[in-house]
């Protein structure tokens, strides 16, 4: 099940390869202003790893693929977030700060400040939007705001969250996903990614309710 041997949970650079990939399936996408061709990646010891320098004349910003996501401005390394996610989304009686600090062998206050960061992300993602559609889901005890990998699936969904910017959201498993789509936009959602085949039997898609927010549903064939 866990592959712990899967370079995602400690190697930064191959963590931000594959939040990348989920995140921006057909390639880069300025979170600032949307250009998607107009961009070039900033190599060599002088730009922080993974930096993206955005040409279009009207933003010409930088970016990385966690602005906007509650691993932005992190000094701690991607793969330790990825892994401590995996951790606490996976473990369906919770796991604690105290936890994480061995598991991760990182500081208890670094623990401790994941597991609010990541606990927050998924409080937001997962039960605004909820009650937000007039639609009640049957919430699997077990919800993903997580990564592909290991069975887990992180949603990082591009104009996922305020301003356009990417954000994490929290994916419902359900066992029909036409299903559950048709069933919230009757209750005033709106459908911002139809159902795709996102590898291994799973389809993903994500609504936004009428307050703007984002939720994801997951089902597994
Ligand atoms: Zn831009």
Known sequence: MFDLTNPI????????????????????????CG?????????????????????NNACLKNFTVTVGTVFERSKVPLNTWVYATHLLTSSKKGISSH??????????????????????????????PMGGAGAPVEVDETYYV????????????????????????AYWHVPDIEAKLAEVTAAGATVKDPARDVGGGRLVATVTDPDGNVLGLLQDR
């Not at 949970?9 to 600032?32: M, T, Y």
């Not at 598991?103 to 605004?128: C, D, P």
């Open 146 to 169: 997580s990564f592909e990998a290991a069975g887990q699936h992180i949603g990082l969904v591009p104009g996922g969250g305020p301003q356009g910017m990417t954000s994490p959201v």
């Open 9 to 32: 949970f400690f190697d930064a650079d191959k963590a931000r390869e594959h939040l990348g990939s989920i995140n921006w399936p057909n390639g880069p996408v300025c979170p600032h």
């Open 35 to 55: 250009e998607t061709e107009k961009l070039k990646r900033l190599e060599g010891q002088s730009h922080r790893a993974g930096l993206i320098q955005c040409n």
């Open 99 to 128: 936890q994480l600090h061995r598991v991760l062998e990182v500081q208890y206050k670094t623990a401790w400040f994941l597991a609010h960061r990541i606990r927050e992300a998924m409080r937001v993602g997962a039960l605004a």
